[in-house]
């Protein structure tokens, strides 16, 4: 079945500098759909960005991702850590051709701490 | 914009005690969701509820059943509490089943089970 890997369960970084997250996945279908989900403390979960679309820059509130299906990767970057950015950041997957695999499948996890 | 309200926040059980979790949004959402959040493990798809009359197990459906009692509330219940336990509950609605479509989450209840 589809997967998504995110190796780091927690990444600590000191404000302002820069920050990736990695987000690789596994799936048998061509027409996958990729998104980021952030939890911070004491709030629901909410979607961050999302793609479907191969090569293409995704961004939103600072963050942008890039769906590259050739190496299956949706990387989480922002140029300028801020402290505020302290959270749990979920990778997911979905198929696009609907059906009973259009559910999305997280990935673990990465818990991102910035510090001053 | 719209809400979704899972009752109650905190939820203490006895070992083999059954369980029930809340979830209503008023958003007029056709799809919600039943996840457990744990620590390093992820978010895991409990149930599904397509429309209203519909529901589907997810990868995690084993000691769990759902219900959705109309098309703006879904319960969960945990038919027999593991001791231990401790774990979130999620639930989310999209407008439709499909791949493209945003979850909404609620804020989760908190179990832990005696």
């Known amino acids: 079945g589809d997967s998504v890997t995110q190796k780091e369960g927690l990444v600590t970084l000191t404000e302002g500098l820069p920050v990736m997250l990695n987000c690789t996945y596994q799936?048998?279908?061509?027409?996958?759909?990729l998104f980021w989900y952030v939890h911070y403390l004491n709030e629901s979960p909410r979607l961050l960005l999302k793609s479907s679309t191969d090569n293409k820059r995704t961004e939103h509130q600072g963050f942008h991702a890039t769906l590259h299906k050739s190496s299956s990767s949706f990387h989480l970057q922002k140029s300028s850590a801020q402290l505020s950015d302290s959270a749990l950041y979920y990778c997911?997957?979905?198929?696009?051709?609907?059906?009973?695999?259009?559910?999305?499948?997280f990935g673990k996890g990465t818990k991102l701490s910035v510090k001053s | 914009g719209g809400i979704i309200t899972q009752t109650p926040k905190f939820l203490i059980g006895q070992e083999g005690q059954k369980l029930t979790l809340k979830c209503q949004q008023n958003?007029?959402?056709?799809?919600m969701y039943w996840y457990r959040q744990d620590s390093g493990k992820g978010l895991r798809l409990i149930y599904y509820s397509i429309t209203e009359n519909d529901l589907q197990k997810g990868d995690l459906s084993e000691g769990y059943d759902a219900s959705r009692e109309k098309k703006s509330s879904f319960s969960l219940t945990v038919t027999s509490a593991q001791k231990n336990e401790m774990a979130v509950f999620l639930c989310?609605?999209?407008?439709?089943?499909?791949?493209?479509?945003?979850?909404?989450f609620g804020a989760g209840t908190r179990l832990s089970v005696l």
């Open positions: 958003f007029n959402h056709d799809t």
């Open positions: 799936t048998i279908y061509s027409n996958a759909f």
């Open positions: 989310a609605s999209s407008i439709a089943w499909g791949s493209q479509n945003t979850l909404y």
């Open positions: 997911a997957l979905s198929d696009h051709s609907g059906g009973s695999n259009a559910k999305l499948t």
